[in-house]
């Protein structure tokens, strides 16, 4: 690892844990950095031809690009291209370049890059956002221009090992994408612990740190750099001290908290009492966790099925879902597993995904919403669950219903298949549950008319916190107010888990509450069936229940619902926690 120049601690918070020891990257957002050449006049031709290269290469790419949009998700999606396809090919603006790149005699890739910058500067500051939304689209079809040129397209972009990115946030499917490159860490400007950034990056389990003080171009590529996503620190050019001290935590860390899972003795653990609290994990992408929790027949709570695109930037067929669900289904053949149909839009995509941009893509088209217009990839997501169930042991989980017609619609979609599939005789769990996530405070309003429809509800308090506090879940400016401790929160969830059991529906929560020890005795209070929780929280959690006494809780689980903030819900949630286990959990200490 390079030690090289300016020492710099920046501090900010971890969202995903973890210490590694790499080298530097800046990721400059929607800016391309180009460089200034001069071009002799022999060149002057061939400079003009690489960008006419260029410009044809880009074409070809938003072609394709346009095409699978057309396939995958109809005309709407599509026109994202069009658009582009038609800013790549405008020979007016070309023609101006290439008498520029003759009269100024520089490179190719600097004079294309200067006349991006005035034509899409007024366009920026426009109140009007389908023009911001021009100024993004020509940015976005001159970075293709310019990689070409560079010869540095997407594809080919070579990240080294050991390097550690830095910029404003990343997406699932980017993270996913530098997973892959070796990336080791991420330290970002933008996002939450609740963000789909972070559940992708501790399911990969790559430290994240994210810092409101990031400065993105003053940063230099390059740096080492040591990324303390246990304490929230990044280290820029650390002395050797900090490395050989670092080099010494990592050592100490010890074996990944899931590989814990398997000295748990008792699954599902119970309280002091003897009540069972029943755990299960959350499944982001296959990978050890899975393995383990199946060995200890922990059942999964959550199959966030929308990686099996991000994973791959496509939908994936029917057959080659079946193969995933078929094997979890097997592998689980011993618990179960809910599979939650594909949960795709808002902060799960990247710019270049052909999907439509959004002004407020929070409130927009996603979870189920996406699903019921691109009907053949729903049906043919659920045919493939439904042809894995046969072990009964498969649930269907329906993401983001806000309105009892959503929920109808795909009720109506999953009948469709079931027929068809009778009709070829083939075999299938035909009792197979179908919950909804209660993620939109409208369901919890709307429970006496949806929730007697449904099998399970399962609480995603990710969403829902955001929903009911109207605070982003992945913006840092308000992550202050993003709490699902607030407690209109709790009082949502208490509303919720009420409803359920007069309907007697059982009911779960998914969201990454379930796996934090501070919300444990308010869930055991409120007798919710199950805590579905991101797997390297379950052994904290299970240690946990055993030393609650779950006849105590109650009186905290008033005192927090009746509370007014947030903070004074924490410090009573906390005062609990610091006193379970000693005698004092014996009093009203939380009063
Ligand atoms: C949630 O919103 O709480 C949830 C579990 O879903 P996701 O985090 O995938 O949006
Ligand atoms: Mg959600």
């Known amino acids: 690892m390079?030690?090289?120049?300016?020492?710099?601690?920046?501090?900010?918070?971890?969202?995903?844990?973890?210490?590694?020891?790499?080298?530097?990257?800046?990721?400059?957002?929607?800016?391309?950095?180009?460089?200034?050449?001069?071009?002799?006049?022999?060149?002057?031709?061939?400079?003009?031809?690489?960008?006419?290269?260029?410009?044809?290469?880009?074409?070809?790419?938003?072609?394709?690009?346009?095409?699978?949009?057309?396939?995958?998700?109809?005309?709407p999606a599509?026109?994202?291209?069009?658009?582009?396809?038609?800013?790549?090919?405008?020979?007016?603006?070309?023609?101006?370049?290439?008498?520029?790149?003759?009269?100024?005699?520089?490179?190719?890739?600097?004079?294309?890059?200067?006349?991006?910058?005035?034509?899409?500067?007024?366009l920026k500051k426009s109140a009007d956002s389908y023009i911001r939304q021009m100024a993004l689209d020509i940015e976005a079809v001159a970075s293709r221009i310019i990689s070409h040129l560079s010869g540095k397209t997407r594809k080919n972009h070579i990240i080294p090992p050991n390097t550690v990115l830095i910029g404003k946030s990343f997406t699932p499917g980017e993270i996913l994408s530098y997973r892959r490159q070796k990336v080791i860490g991420f330290v970002v400007a933008e996002g939450g612990p609740d963000s789909h950034m972070g559940l992708i990056a501790r399911a990969l389990y790559l430290p994240v740190v994210i810092s409101k003080d990031l400065n993105l171009s003053k940063l230099q590529s390059g740096q080492a750099i040591i990324l303390d996503a246990i304490e929230g620190k990044v280290i820029l050019a650390p002395t050797p001290e900090e490395i050989s001290d670092y080099q010494q935590r990592r050592k100490r860390m010890g074996?990944?908290?899931?590989?814990?899972?398997?000295?748990?003795?008792?699954?599902?653990?119970?309280?002091?009492?003897?009540?069972?609290?029943?755990?299960?994990?959350?499944?982001?992408?296959?990978?050890?966790?899975?393995?383990?929790?199946?060995?200890?027949?922990?059942?999964?709570?959550?199959?966030?099925?929308?990686f099996l695109y991000l994973a791959g930037g496509t939908?994936?067929?029917?057959?080659?879902?079946?193969?995933?669900?078929?094997?979890?289904?097997?592998?689980?053949?011993?618990?179960?597993?809910?599979?939650?149909?594909f949960d795709l839009g808002y902060d799960k995509?990247?710019?270049?995904?052909?999907?439509?941009?959004?002004?407020?893509?929070?409130?927009?088209?996603?979870?189920i919403r996406p699903m019921l217009e691109m009907k053949s990839l729903f049906k043919d997501q659920i045919r493939a669950i439904l042809r894995a169930s046969s072990r009964k042991n498969l649930k269907i989980l329906l993401p983001m219903i806000s309105d009892i017609s959503e929920y109808d619609q795909a009720k109506r979609l999953i009948a469709q298949v079931k027929f068809e599939l009778k009709k070829k005789r083939l075999q299938f769990d035909e009792n197979i549950p179908i919950g909804i996530m209660v993620e939109v405070p409208s369901t919890v309003l709307i429970a006496d008319s949806l929730f007697p429809k449904v099998d399970f509800l399962s609480i995603g308090t990710n969403d829902l916190t955001q929903y009911i506090l109207a605070a982003d879940r992945k913006n840092a400016k308000v992550a202050g107010l993003y709490s699902p401790f607030h407690p209109a929160v709790l009082r949502m969830i208490k509303m919720t888990v009420d409803k359920a059991k007069i309907y007697g529906k059982p009911v779960s929560v998914?969201?990454?509450?379930?796996?934090?020890?501070?919300a444990l005795p308010f869930f055991i209070g409120l007798k919710i069936d199950l805590l579905s929780m991101s797997p390297n929280r379950i052994v904290d959690l299970c240690r946990t229940v055993k030393k609650i006494d779950s006849s105590l809780v109650q009186p905290l689980v008033h005192s927090v619902l009746a509370s007014s903030s947030t903070s004074s819900v924490i410090k009573r949630l906390e005062s609990f926690k610091n006193a379970i286990g000693s005698r004092r959990q014996k009093g009203n200490h939380f009063e």
């Open 255 to 306: 074996p990944a908290l899931i590989t814990r899972i398997k000295h748990l003795k008792d699954i599902p653990p119970k309280t002091r009492d003897g009540v069972e609290i029943p755990v299960a994990g959350n499944m982001t992408l296959p990978g050890p966790a899975e393995e383990i929790m199946a060995e200890k027949n922990i059942p999964i709570g959550l199959y966030r099925s929308e």
């Open 510 to 518: 998914c969201g990454e509450m379930a796996g934090d020890i501070l």
């Open 315 to 341: 939908f994936p067929d029917e057959d080659t879902q079946f193969e995933h669900y078929e094997q979890v289904a097997r592998k689980f053949a011993g618990s179960s597993v809910v599979i939650r149909t």
């Open 349 to 367: 995509m990247s710019a270049d995904e052909a999907w439509p941009h959004e002004e407020n893509p929070a409130l927009g088209w996603r979870g």
């Open 2 to 75: 390079k030690t090289v120049d300016r020492h710099k601690v920046i501090r900010g918070k971890p969202i995903a844990g973890g210490i590694v020891l790499g080298t530097s990257r800046v990721v400059l957002p929607g800016e391309t950095q180009v460089t200034e050449v001069a071009v002799p006049n022999a060149a002057l031709a061939a400079e003009i031809k690489s960008l006419e290269l260029a410009v044809k290469e880009t074409v070809s790419e938003l072609d394709d690009l346009r095409e699978s949009a057309i396939k995958k998700m109809g005309g």
């Open 78 to 122: 599509a026109k994202i291209f069009e658009a582009q396809l038609m800013i790549a090919q405008d020979e007016e603006f070309l023609g101006q370049v290439k008498k520029d790149i003759k009269s100024k005699k520089l490179n190719a890739a600097f004079i294309y890059n200067e006349h991006i910058k005035r034509a899409t500067a007024p």
